[in-house]
């Protein structure tokens, strides 16, 4: 190994050190995620987002996926969940008895250990989970039914060796399913995207803006909060990577079964450290909701605009 090799090797082991230590701690009980702080942790964004993502199901986007393309339960059902944090993925397929085992695999072992409590509360015994970094990861061949990416395959950088192990490790007529960011990478958003994020930020009357963020220095937000991709990366080297190449990508290795958009290219941030202000108890508050509902369908609808989230069903192209 030259010390060329040796310093990317040091540098990819303290970036893995670095994302696991992050999502060791920020697990969905923190206040990052919660209804005050975290746009999809609002009710009625999740349920929008929901709508768009599963074609106004009226359904959860796994529940969506497992019903329609599983409808009929099979012997030795093998399933994977990459990026599985907590486990609540596998704890709703287990209640739903989707499989005979299924492993979660996820680099943040604080994440892994509150899911083995959960599973083990649960009484579920065919779930097993792993630390395993999936940009290097050897999966066994024709081993899984299904594999599911909840918001972690944008973690991913080496995405081609990851689509190659998967056509791999699926059985025929294997799937796989995902919820996930597809936008600019690190979050570097265009010049449009910010423009359009600005404007809609100053149609949020005052009352609307304040903040839930203890580390924001004003009672109310005075601009949208968009991020910094040198930022993301230092807190973080794994957020979003690549994640505007998931999809085409993708399309190399796959066949798309069903593309969702689920948007987000704008509530994602704009409503950053604000969203505990908008409350179905609040009737004016939900009236701003889908102000900004309204603008950012109609802005992707037209095409100004692209969906930065999507919910996505794929299988290995046959010849594969």
Request: net charge negative; glycine share 6%.
């Amino acid at each position: 190994m030259t010390d060329a090799d040796k310093l990317i090797q040091t540098s990819e082991e303290d970036d893995n050190k670095r994302a696991a230590d992050h999502w060791s701690e920020s697990t969905p009980d923190t206040d990052t995620f919660s209804s005050n702080m975290f746009w999809l942790a609002v009710p009625e964004v999740q349920e929008h987002y929901l709508a768009n993502g599963t074609q106004n199901s009226g359904k959860g986007w796994v529940f969506y996926f497992f019903q329609k393309y599983l409808p009929i339960r099979q012997e030795n059902v093998t399933m994977a969940s990459v990026g599985c944090g907590v486990g609540h993925l596998e704890r709703n397929l287990a209640s739903w008895n989707a499989f005979d085992q299924c492993d979660g695999f996820d680099i943040a072992p604080g994440a892994l250990d509150i899911a083995r409590k959960l599973a083990a509360e649960a009484g579920i015994e065919n779930l097993n989970y792993a630390i395993q970094d999936m940009n290097t990861y050897i999966w066994p061949e024709n081993h899984y039914d299904v594999v599911w990416f909840s918001h972690s395959l944008h973690h991913i950088k080496n995405l081609e060796g990851l689509y190659e192990q998967l056509t791999r490790t699926l059985k025929p007529g294997g799937y796989v399913f995902f919820n996930e960011y597809i936008g600019p990478d690190r979050f570097d958003f265009t010049k449009r995207q910010k423009e359009v994020m600005s404007a809609a930020f100053t149609l949020i009357p005052q009352r609307f803006r304040r903040s839930f963020n203890v580390n924001y220095p004003h009672a109310f937000y005075q601009s949208v909060s968009i991020p910094d991709p040198n930022e993301v990366h230092r807190l973080d080297p794994s957020e979003s990577v690549r994640s505007s190449e998931i999809m085409p990508l993708l399309h190399q290795y796959f066949d798309v079964v069903e593309f969702n958009k689920a948007g987000g290219t704008l509530l994602h941030f704009l409503l950053s450290g604000i969203a505990g202000n908008f409350r179905a108890d609040d009737p004016e508050s939900m009236q701003v909701l889908k102000m900004l509902f309204n603008i950012e369908d109609t802005l992707i609808g037209v095409g100004d605009i692209q969906s930065d989230f999507a919910i996505v069903a794929a299988q290995p192209k046959a010849q594969l």
